[in-house]
């Protein structure tokens, strides 16, 4: 047999290569010390769904109660209402709310997205309600052809409404109800 | 050298008009069925290959203007993943169609060569100018690239908000308005309207 040695020496190795591993093995599985297991993050705290807080405390409506030392999670990103609807206005000269969706609208120097609907031309052809007369007077009153330019940003006194919780608590009262109380207030 | 190469033009055009000596009719009809497969094969791929979105915005033109205000839209971003690149919308999706548009395409090589559009500035000079084209082309074809995602025919008026229903029965309905009428700037922010109607 030619290759004797050569099998000898092939057996040989592989004899040490299985000896060194099960050292390895033994070795390394016995002296390596558990890792501790990571202790489990803390979780991070939600907000109390009605947690106004203690009166008084209500400017930590932001954190929403959470310690200083936690960190809390966001709340959800809140939904635009949508449907179209017109909403009371809380006193007579409240720029109404606007009842749907604005995403994506351009409105700069270049185009106004909004008077696409909402401008006296073209109220008829989207049955928008137009911008009222007031939008088309300067400072002096006068009345211009086109929308007064300090009037022309839209989202400066109109904005949609979402269905976030308020972070604040609100004793806002209608001037109706302050002229008339209901009986027993 | 007019001399010469009128010589090798003349012995060329010879040789083309002879017909041919060593090969049978069988052997031509079907290597040049061969390589016409071969051919359209390359030159469909290479028509494709510049239809895609990574070849538009391989030159800083399109890449830095356009295809950033793009990012921002919900063509680009959605919460369902389903996109339009810019082939979508800017070539038609037929065959004769888009090989015609390949074709006046070739003058948008030309604005690449000379660097029409090469500056932001430059850009925004122009941008009435460009977008006018487009408009002008999905007037003319009733928006057929939006209407090959959003067909009327399929909308569920009732899953809309009550007003876009309302506006897209009484005017994208009756036919009387196309997608393009109201919807300009859907994609890109809109350039100086003065004077452009807008639906």
């Known amino acids: 047999m030619r290759n004797k040695t050569l099998w000898i020496a092939t057996a040989m190795a592989l004899a040490l290569a299985v000896m060194a591993f099960s050292a390895g093995w033994l070795f390394g599985a016995g002296d390596r010390p558990r890792a501790p297991a990571a202790p489990a993050p803390a979780l991070p705290v939600v907000a109390a769904a009605d947690d106004l807080g203690p009166a008084g405390m209500q400017l930590d409506a932001i954190r929403r109660g959470v310690p200083i030392g936690r960190e809390a999670v966001p709340p959800p990103l809140a939904k635009v209402d949508n449907a179209d609807l017109k909403r009371e206005r809380a006193y007579p000269m409240q720029p109404p709310t606007i009842p749907h969706s604005i995403d994506g609208y351009q409105v700069d120097k270049n185009s106004n997205r909004c008077m696409l609907c909402h401008a006296r031309a073209n109220a008829a052809t989207f049955q928008a309600p137009p911008v009222s007369v007031t939008h088309y007077m300067d400072r002096d009153d006068q009345f211009l052809a086109a929308v007064s330019p300090r009037r022309y940003f839209c989202n400066q006194c109109h904005v949609v409404q979402t269905d976030a919780r308020p972070l604040v608590g609100n004793a806002f009262e209608d001037v109706d109800r302050l002229l008339h109380p209901p009986a027993g207030d | ?199």
């Not at chain 2, 070849?55 to 990012?71: A, S």
């Not at chain 2, 067909?151 to 309302?166: E, H, I, N, P, V």
């Not at chain 2, 009484?170 to 009387?176: D, I, S």
């Open chain 2, 1 to 199: 050298m007019w001399t010469r190469s009128k010589a090798i033009l003349l012995s060329l055009w010879r040789t083309l008009r002879a017909p041919s000596v060593h090969y049978s009719l069988g052997f031509l009809t079907v290597a040049g069925f061969l390589a016409g497969i071969v051919f359209w094969g390359g030159f469909n791929t290479a028509l494709e290959a510049t239809n895609t979105e990574q070849f538009c915005t391989g030159c800083h033109e399109m890449r830095d203007n356009v295809f950033e205000e793009l990012k921002g839209t919900i063509h680009y971003s959605n919460r369902s993943g389903v996109r339009a690149t810019c082939p979508d919308c800017h070539v038609p999706h037929d065959w004769t169609d888009k090989i015609a548009r390949k074709m006046q395409a070739s003058k948008e090589v030309w604005g690449k060569l000379f660097g029409s559009i090469d500056t932001r500035e430059k850009f925004l000079d122009h941008r009435l100018q460009l977008a006018m084209h487009e408009w002008t082309r999905l007037k003319a074809n009733d928006s057929l690239e939006c209407r090959n995602c959003h067909d009327y025919d399929s909308m569920d008026l009732t899953r809309q908000g009550s007003r876009a229903a309302q506006i897209h029965k009484r005017w994208l309905g009756t036919r009387e308005k196309t997608c393009i009428d109201c919807h300009k700037g859907i994609a890109h922010r809109l350039p100086d309207m003065t004077g452009v109607p807008q639906g």
